[in-house]
């Protein structure tokens, strides 16, 4: 989640090396490594010291797997300067791809040290926060983040789930509507927007709502657009239909445990009960 693509320098540096790193950006952006790697190593000829072009030829290596290279890359980087976040972003993003969490953490927070505006290492802190259980604490960060960038979906999102993990479900559709207020519909919103609903027992208008979220670029959101379609389509008791929608989530994403849920369901009785708070 929320990699940084390119970053102000804190030094004067060639017009040539900041076009170079900010064209290098865009073709990662798009997934054309090969190019982005050849721009962002010109960029480097121009200026060895320019430490976003680092992290992002860092970001080349991480995204092809290439992890100890990403490393050197990074930590290239943070030797140039330790008082831009970047760095120290990207580390802790390299350690979350290797599992290793804490450590990813502290390079987040180390981060938020240097800049405590910077909402990539925020977002991901929150985010690592919230799949160890610690609710509250992500709450905060979500919170935090949407007060420095009202305009990161991730911010509310991420409070509401906060929010609905600690059972606060008032507060947390609260934070739904007013995160519609700033950033609109954004698929993160309207799956939990259809999730209130499923949980009044709303199925028509739930449904509705995620039919908008089923082509989402993000597969894992949209399966479990499809997993909520198929608890909608139960609670209007048609389990056939619910097995199917079930099975598009799986096909997108089989570890996906809100289609499980529905398929184990549906075989029994054909009629579930949302499953609990994740």
Same mark, same amino acid.
């Given at each position: ?13 060639? *017009? *040539? ?8 950006a ?5 997934g ?5 790697? !050849? ?25 092809r ?10 930590? *290239? ?9 970047a ?6 993003l ?6 290793r969490g ?79 207020s ?5 698929p993160a ?26 082509g989402?670029?993000?597969r ?6 499809? !997993? ?28 996906d ?15 579930p ?6």
């Amino acid at each position: 989640m929320a990699c940084v693509l390119g970053c102000a320098g804190t030094v004067p540096l060639p *017009k *040539k090396a900041l076009a170079l790193n900010a064209a290098g950006a865009e073709a990662l952006a798009q997934g054309d490594l090969s190019t982005a790697e !050849a721009r962002l190593s010109v960029a480097l000829e121009y200026s060895p010291r320019f430490v976003e072009a680092w992290v992002n030829l860092g970001y080349v290596e991480l995204r092809r797997g290439n992890f100890e290279q990403a490393r050197r890359d990074f930590v *290239k980087a943070r030797t140039l300067n330790r008082d831009i976040p970047a760095p120290h972003h990207a580390l802790g993003l390299l350690a979350d791809e290797e599992g290793r969490g804490e450590e990813a953490e502290r390079d987040y927070r180390r981060a938020l040290e240097v800049d405590p505006g910077f909402a990539p290492a925020r977002a991901n802190l929150a985010r690592r926060l919230f799949q160890r259980g610690q609710y509250e604490n992500a709450r905060e960060q979500f919170q935090r983040l949407r007060e420095v960038a009202p305009e990161v979906v991730d911010g509310w999102a991420g409070e509401a789930e906060s929010l609905r993990a600690l059972g606060r479900e008032a507060e947390a559709e609260r934070v739904v509507a007013r995160g519609r207020s700033h950033v609109g519909d954004a698929p993160a919103l309207l799956l939990l927007l259809a999730r209130e609903q499923l949980g009044r027992g709303e199925w028509d208008e739930a449904e509705a709502m995620l039919a908008r979220v089923v082509g989402d670029r993000d597969r894992q959101r949209a399966a479990r657009a499809w !997993a909520w379609i198929a608890i909608a389509r139960a609670g209007r008791g048609d389990a056939e239909s619910a097995r199917a929608a079930a099975g598009a989530a799986l096909a997108i994403d089989p570890d996906d445990r809100v289609a499980r849920y529905a398929l184990e369901v549906t075989a029994e009785r054909g009629t579930p009960s949302p499953p609990g708070r994740e």
